[in-house]
């Protein structure tokens, strides 16, 4: 995606994820290439990655897309386009697209969400990403979920090497786990949502049981950062209602009297993400 100064949509073109290194490094290339073809000039480049660069290597760490980890990506790209090309995690930079002109917009402090295959999160300070000193600011993932029941502990093992991680519960496949696990039906998350509406006995109290989980994990969140706005992302964002549900289910566990904090659905969409990898360049900066 190309965004004008404004914020204005210039270009957009999407791909599917290639696996391995290399096919991801010439399929970046070359999307950036064509984007600029699109939008009728270069630009500045940024990019969301599910992990992020060590500080400590300036390799990839704790990428989901496992082949990335280990490869100088930002270097590699930029060799390849010519230019300087800036990454964060793609939670950072969705939490940045809903501060900078989402449903964050005029808060000074914004947590966004990433629920999806995998879970993650963003921060955004004074319209600015807190990436952190290990560049993992916002990884609630992988954390574990907090005041577990007797049945959650010990947890399923998550592919960090840790059990019981919020990720393994809240992600779409930990929905489709704990769903199956309840009710012995292999349904994946799209099903079990037509089930919701439909009102079917099993899917509503795994939809329950999902509620009560991210309302327990995003009130640790809040104990610990006490954002203005809680914004969810990722395809488990879509589930109806998920937001005011949430909301409704924080007060038992957020350290407070009454709970202030605001938990919305995000405004971009699935276009969040790759919004917020181009505000990574402010509009007064050149590349």
Same mark, same amino acid.
């Given at each position: ?8 949509? /210039? ?9 391995? $290194? ?112 290990? /560049? ?70 795994? $939809?329950?049981? $999902? ?13 610990? /950062? ?53 505000? /990574? ?7």
């Amino acid at each position: 995606m190309a965004l004008a100064a404004d914020g204005t949509e /210039l270009a957009r073109l999407r791909i599917a994820t290639p696996r391995g $290194y290399e096919p991801t490094l010439r399929a970046l290339a070359d999307l950036v290439v064509r984007v600029e073809r699109h939008a009728g000039g270069a630009g500045p480049v940024g990019i969301g990655i599910p992990g992020t660069i060590s500080p400590a290597t300036g390799m990839v760490k704790n990428a989901n897309s496992t082949w990335l980890i280990g490869h100088p990506l930002d270097r590699d790209l930029a060799d390849r386009l010519g230019c300087p090309v800036r990454i964060m995690n793609d939670a950072n930079c969705f939490a940045l697209s809903e501060a900078s002109d989402g449903a964050g917009r005029g808060a000074s402090v914004v947590f966004g969400v990433i629920l999806g295959t995998g879970v993650g999160g963003g921060i955004v300070v004074h319209g600015r990403p807190l990436a952190g000193a290990q /560049l993992i600011a916002g990884e609630w993932g992988h954390n574990p979920l907090p005041w577990p029941t007797d049945d959650e502990r010990p947890g399923l093992e998550c592919y960090c090497g840790r059990r019981g991680c919020i990720e393994t519960f809240l992600s779409g496949p930990g929905m489709e786990r704990d769903h199956l696990a309840a009710t012995g039906r292999r349904w994946d998350t799209h099903r079990i949502v037509d089930a919701i509406g439909r009102g079917d006995e099993g899917a509503l109290e795994a $939809y329950q049981r $999902y509620v009560d989980r991210l309302a327990r994990g995003l009130a640790s969140v809040i104990n610990v /950062l006490d954002p203005d706005v809680v914004v969810l992302g990722g395809g488990m964002s879509n589930l109806p209602g998920l937001a005011e549900d949430a909301q409704h289910a924080l007060p038992p566990w957020v350290f407070t009297d009454v709970v202030t904090t605001r938990v919305v659905a995000n405004r971009h969409g699935d276009s969040s993400g790759v919004r917020g990898a181009a505000w /990574l360049w402010p509009a007064h900066e050149e590349r």
